[in-house]
């Protein structure tokens, strides 16, 4: 096991629509895509399109849309764990306008406790929140063993604060600094306090806000891709996750600002496609995507 990725697993239906139907009313959506979702779900796949596979433990079910799912996972050589529900999660997705909309329909009761696993040779854990006691359990011991952890803080869960003290990169939303009703220079002051080596907020457009160690709060600007060729946002956040901890552990000796790059073009390279498949990169991706937009971003700021 090379990492190991936690969290709640959906199969996604993202679609593009100008209209959406009420009452008898029916539509034709212009594209759709379906794929693999969820936060950390996601974070992994762009892990091991990148080229570092890692395990993942999540919810699953006995029905088509799990079999869907793990035809998926083994397309890309992810060992699923899975812990037992009742039915498969789904998102349907509908990007517009560099924002999404989400209907999620999700089973997380568990019938069964989460699997004891061999870490041997694990060099990183990430987590989003979700499957709390298992999230925990794995920080625990991954932190006492000096493995990197890492939390994908999309919000502020009701184990949140309990997890924390076992993180060692955590990179959260707006929401989570609403949900705390806190600035994003608060929560990072905030993450700080919780023992976390490396805090960062992620704002969308308006770049990132981060730190490491005692160093002052950095500000990473978004690269300038054009909202014309903005597609679907929806995957963006996992995917930079997924980057930094692929970028982490091919170079763990490497400054965090060149994960945090790395991740920021990983995620530029994804807003122009439709769907999470579709949007994760290769290295040759990112490569591309950083001679075009970095260009662009230092002549702004030359200008």
């Not at 009742?86 to 009761?109: H, L, Q, T, W, Y």
């Not at 704002?203 to 060729?229: K, Q, S």
């Not at 963006?236 to 901890?245: E, M, S």
Request: with cysteine.
């Amino acid at each position: 096991m090379q990492a190991l990725f936690i969290g709640q697993a959906y199969i996604d239906v993202t679609f593009l629509t100008d209209d959406l139907p009420t009452g008898d009313e029916k539509t034709i959506a212009r594209d759709y895509a379906v794929s693999f979702g969820g936060n950390a779900v996601t974070a992994a796949f762009a892990c091991a399109k990148l080229g570092i596979v890692p395990d993942l433990m999540c919810q699953q079910a006995d029905d088509w849309l799990a079999r869907m799912f793990l035809d998926m996972a083994a397309q890309y050589g992810i060992s699923v764990h899975g812990r037992k529900v009742r039915e498969s999660s789904i998102s349907f997705i509908m990007p517009n306008d560099g924002k999404r909309a989400i209907v999620r329909c999700r089973d997380n009761a568990f019938i069964h406790p989460f699997q004891p696993l061999n870490l041997g040779n694990c060099r990183a854990l990430h987590v989003d929140g979700h499957m709390p006691d298992a999230a925990i359990h794995y920080a625990r011991t991954c932190r006492q063993a000096g493995i990197l952890t890492s939390l994908d803080g999309g919000t502020v869960r009701e184990d949140t604060m309990e997890l924390l003290p076992f993180i060692d990169v955590a990179v959260v939303s707006e929401l989570f600094c609403a949900k705390l009703s806190l600035s994003p220079a608060e929560t990072l002051e905030f993450l700080r306090t919780k023992g976390c080596k490396v805090g960062a907020v992620t704002l969308g457009e308006r770049g990132v806000y981060w730190y490491h160690d005692a160093a002052p709060i950095a500000h990473l600007p978004a690269l300038p891709v054009p909202a014309d060729e903005v597609v679907d946002t929806s995957g963006a956040g996992d995917i930079f996750h997924g980057a930094y901890l692929y970028s982490y552990m091919s170079a763990p000796d490497r400054p965090w600002i060149e994960h945090l790059d790395f991740a920021r073009t990983a995620s530029a390279h994804s807003i122009r496609h439709l769907g999470n498949e579709a949007s994760l990169p290769t290295i040759a991706d990112v490569e591309a995507a950083r001679r075009r937009w970095s260009d662009l971003l230092n002549a702004a700021g030359a200008s």
